[in-house]
């Protein structure tokens, strides 16, 4: 494995210094521009592995970052897609999780710049996700059957929906998902009054309405909750049990587990939405951002060098 940093943090302190950064920082009075900015600046907080490689590069005609540690050549790939609700993050601010997650994996990581709203609403994001896996395993000399998805939040559903659009429009199924805290419904309006330490109602409500458009709030490529399950890859879900989204994605998982699908669902007490975007600075991060590439790893493993 290589050499990663040495986290120092307790997730009681990383808490306590995270909740107030992100109360400022997705505060729903900043335009979604500025909301874009702050959270690319604080993304340095966020250490890189030793050895981490990031190239630039062009998937399907958007930007992306390809992320390696250590081995730059692998046969397995991750499609990655940011969370940010749709209308914030992007590869800058996902850089860290992506660099621990091709270290754990052993695999290419490519981190896509998808379309954001309100500047592009559904379906720009999911049409940019579903070309993007589709040149991987045609042009880039990655099989299906060594292309993961993952994805964090936004992007948890969005891989979601990915994967499901890929087995009804292509009958083509990646080996596995990796979702991190999915935000599978996003026109519910049940979340839980709770004190999340990164997300808030007014942020997450006002950019659920800036990607759907014009959408069905039911349409199965917006709300993957509303999909068919049926058909989709194993798939290993994190979610914090003190966080916004929890009710939601256990209600996705035994969504998923109803319609046959190999699911398991870890429930972390000691983390928060998202908690690997801090894998550098919080041991409990790290260790479960080294179980999800592991988990990616073990079913692209006919596939790995």
Do not use: C
Not at 82 to 106: I, K, N, Q
Not at 115 to 127: F, I, Q, V
């Amino acid at each position: 494995m290589p050499e990663l940093p040495t986290p120092q943090l307790s997730p009681r302190v990383a808490r306590t210094a995270l909740r107030p950064l992100f109360r400022v920082i997705l505060s729903p009075r900043w335009p979604y521009t500025t909301q874009r900015r702050l959270l690319e600046l604080a993304a340095p907080l966020q250490r890189l592995p030793k050895d981490t490689v990031v190239r630039d590069v062009r998937l399907a005609g958007r930007p992306a970052e390809r992320v390696t540690v250590g081995a730059t050549e692998r046969s397995t790939a991750i499609l990655y897609l940011h969370g940010g609700a749709y209308t914030a993050g992007s590869p800058a601010t996902h850089r860290s999780l992506a660099a621990y997650l091709a270290a754990a994996a052993e695999s290419v990581v490519y981190v896509l710049d998808y379309r954001l709203a309100p500047e592009h609403p559904y379906p720009a994001a999911l049409d940019d996700a579903e070309a993007a896996y589709l040149e991987l395993v045609s042009e880039h000399g990655f099989e299906v059957g060594g292309t993961a998805i993952a994805g964090d939040s936004a992007g948890g559903g969005l891989t979601a929906a990915t994967a499901h659009r890929l087995r009804t429009r292509h009958a083509i199924t990646p080996p596995a998902l990796g979702l991190l805290s999915p935000w599978t419904d996003p026109a519910s309006r049940e979340l839980p009054d709770v004190n999340d330490v990164v997300i808030n109602k007014g942020w997450v409500y006002s950019s659920a309405e800036a990607y759907r458009g014009r959408a069905d709030p039911a349409d199965p490529g917006y709300a993957p909750m509303h999909a068919d399950p049926t058909g989709l890859p194993p798939t290993l879900i994190q979610v914090g049990t003190e966080e916004m989204l929890y009710p939601q994605v256990r209600q996705y998982a035994g969504k998923l587990r109803a319609a046959g699908v190999d699911v398991t669902l870890v429930e972390q007490p000691e983390l928060w939405h998202v908690a690997p975007l801090q894998a550098s600075l919080v041991p409990e991060a790290a260790a479960a951002i080294d179980d999800f590439g592991g988990f990616l790893r073990a079913h692209m493993g006919a596939h790995a060098d």
